[in-house]
């Protein structure tokens, strides 16, 4: 059976929904952080308290970083070693131009001198184990062949794939084709990642690519956190089942942002997050009140009617 990993999403996996989502659903062997980037010539103090180890405790947290070149690189590398962490995961794939502009996620993709300083300095780094996630490249999946050569020389835990490029972000159809012609040429243990929402897709990839060392599932486990649980015991849950899961998750991370935020209107805008992928399964009705609710009366009322569906 293929290990399933949890993809970071900026917004919505933190430590607090990680935690909780291992601990009442499960079936993730890895979870990634949401990429940890340098601002005003530091780390940003919300990105350090994310990936403490107190905060993620019982679960495999790999802290993933979004740099533009080898100091960046040295830079976050040390802060997150202090931690006491011996693995790092880097963003080559962050389609968003806020990074690319700056020379972060997918825009090394189009500047193999760039990529090979990186894969030159994680060798100076040699206690800790980096990996690396990866698009086809910025515009062109042409783009990544000529990393091929680099990225199998280098002292890489695994290379996780996602088959777009940067200018589709999310939309259009993941290049299989690419995929498989780089999957019989990458060296090391490959990770798929794209378009998973159910577990015939898992099992589609899972037969089709023997050899995967896992399969990585964002946006798909923030639509159906139960999905990871359903595979690794191989059951299938009813949505009645699903949805009393996902209520009780709520709970236990409504609970922790209210004795962290401040007001109802923090609070409000932080918890509407959680709901974003779910509407598929919740309903449209239920969907569109929590959408419009303007207080925790409202937002409460709007959560209550989902068990009512």
Known sequence: MTNIE????????????????NRLIGGVSCYYSPFIRIEKSDIRAKDLRDILPENNEGLNLVPQIIVNGKDELDFLSAKIRELGYSRIDINFGCPFPLQTKKGRGAALLSDPQKV????????????????????????????FYPLIDIINHAPLHHVALHPRVATQQYKGNVD????????????????????????????????????????????????????????????????????????????????????????DSQLLVKMKTFWEYLEPLIGRKSAKL?????????????????SCN
């Not at 949890?6 to 989502?21: K, N, S």
């Not at 956190?225 to 191989?234: A, G, H, I």
Request: aromatic residues 8%; contains cysteine.
């Open 6 to 21: 949890f993809a970071p999403l900026q917004g919505y996996t933190d430590a607090a929904y990680r935690y909780w989502h």
């Open 116 to 143: 090979l300083e990186l894969m030159e300095a994680i060798k100076d780094n040699d206690d800790i184990h980096y990996s690396v996630k990866m698009r086809l490249g910025m515009s062109s999946a042409e783009e």
């Open 176 to 263: 299989m084709l690419s995929f498989e012609r780089i999957s019989g040429e990458i060296t090391h243990p490959l990770i798929y990642n794209g378009d998973i929402t159910n577990l015939g897709e898992i099992n589609s990839i899972d037969c089709r690519y023997a050899t995967l060392s896992a399969i990585m599932i964002g946006r798909g486990l923030l639509s159906d956190p139960c999905l990871s649980y359903e595979y690794v015991n191989n059951v299938q849950l009813s949505d009645k089942e699903k949805i009393a899961k996902i209520l009780e998750l709520h709970a236990h991370l409504l609970e922790h942002y209210s004795a962290r935020l401040q007001g």
């Open 290 to 306: 929590i959408k419009k609710s303007i207080n925790m009366a409202k937002y409460d009322a709007a959560v209550v009617s989902i």
